[in-house]
């Protein structure tokens, strides 16, 4: 397996946890873009993803560290953080050190997930990420989905691929077959990429062998890509769910992948207690990317690709527009 050719640095929004993962007073180790990271919630409930090793003498806060009400204390010698990576308190000095700072990062809680923004330049956000309830304008609320995590999710970590490769499956309209083994054919209504959020949305067309109509399904996906960590879509006039396929780097050849389902709940339904119909289509839908996940994780990045004529138009635009979010030479700036 070669190492993708494609920039391991890209900037946007990426998952790094699920919410449910840290409750309040927990502090989460992890590895992101080669940087040990720790997340931590702060009394108030607050998500803090921050550099890993306090900048005194270097020890790992996630080996030890605690939390203090809105501060992360280190286990050496308890110097305080602030959430954005001030020294608060040096508990044998009488004043904080007011010069060294521990590396914080942007932080959005939403969609039962953790997502922070990265970009190699330090330019701060300039893009949201989507919210998979309200993002559509339909109505609907996270009151209309039972909760995802955990029976909704699916996590796979340092895989041998990349972001971009995931997003390209939206535009790929032969795999469905032939991947999925579904009779049907996605007919794109909708393929957009001029900022740096993207939306491509397609009906369903099934083949002509089945005896369906197109009369008979009138079904289909829309899709909104936040840069190329987090791809939002909703499925309709199929069973209500939505997801959410997210992708983060962890070094310069491998990444994380995450994945949440969620699927609708009738009303009056209890929400905490998803149906045994709407458990096995969650699992089902999870299946479908885990047969995506097993090319991806031995792919080749092809470049130029041998595309068939009807794939050109989708993929060539997909590509030029992910080209914006790889870094370039000093002085880009954001859109």
């Known amino acids: 397996m070669a190492k993708p050719p494609l920039s391991m640095v890209p900037t946007g929004w990426f998952q790094v946890a699920w919410a449910a993962e840290i409750p309040v007073g927990a502090v989460h180790r992890m590895k992101y873009f080669g940087r040990e990271l720790i997340a931590w919630r702060s009394a108030t409930g607050q998500v803090s993803v ?119 499956n939206g535009v790929d309209f032969a795999h469905f077959k032939f991947v999925h083994k579904v009779p049907f054919v996605p007919t794109f209504t909708r393929q957009e990429f001029d900022g740096p959020v993207s939306y491509v949305d397609f009906t369903v067309t099934f083949d002509a062998e089945t005896g369906v109509s197109a009369e008979d399904v009138h079904s289909g996906v829309e899709a909104v890509n936040a840069g190329l960590g987090v791809a939002v879509t909703k499925s309709w006039g199929m069973i209500d769910n939505r997801t959410i396929s997210a992708v983060t780097p962890v070094d310069e050849g491998t990444c994380d992948v995450r994945f949440t389902v969620w699927i609708g709940c009738p009303p009056g339904r209890d929400r905490s207690q998803p149906s045994r119909s709407a458990q096995q289509f969650g699992q089902a839908v999870i299946d479908q990317l885990l047969a995506d996940i097993h090319i991806w994780s031995h792919q080749r990045y092809s470049d130029p690709p041998a595309l068939a004529r009807a794939e050109y ?19 880009k700036t954001a859109p």
């Open 50 to 168: 921050m550099d890993a090793y306090c900048e005194h003498l270097g020890a790992h806060l996630g080996f030890g560290g605690h939390v203090e009400g809105e501060r992360i204390v280190c286990p050496f010698h308890e110097w305080e953080w602030d959430r954005d990576g001030r020294n608060v308190r040096i508990p044998y000095e009488d004043r904080p050190n007011p010069v060294r700072r521990i590396r914080s990062h942007p932080v959005i809680e939403r969609n039962e997930s953790i997502y922070i923004w990265h970009d190699v330049a330090g330019r701060k956000p300039y893009f949201d990420v989507p919210d998979v309830f309200t993002g559509f304008g339909d109505g609907r609320t996270a009151a209309d989905y039972y909760p995802a995590y955990p029976g909704g999710t699916l996590y796979r970590e340092r895989l041998e691929l990349h972001p971009q490769y995931v997003l390209e």
């Open 313 to 331: 138009a989708g993929f060539k635009a997909l590509r030029t527009w992910a080209t914006q979010f790889y870094p370039d030479p000093p002085g």
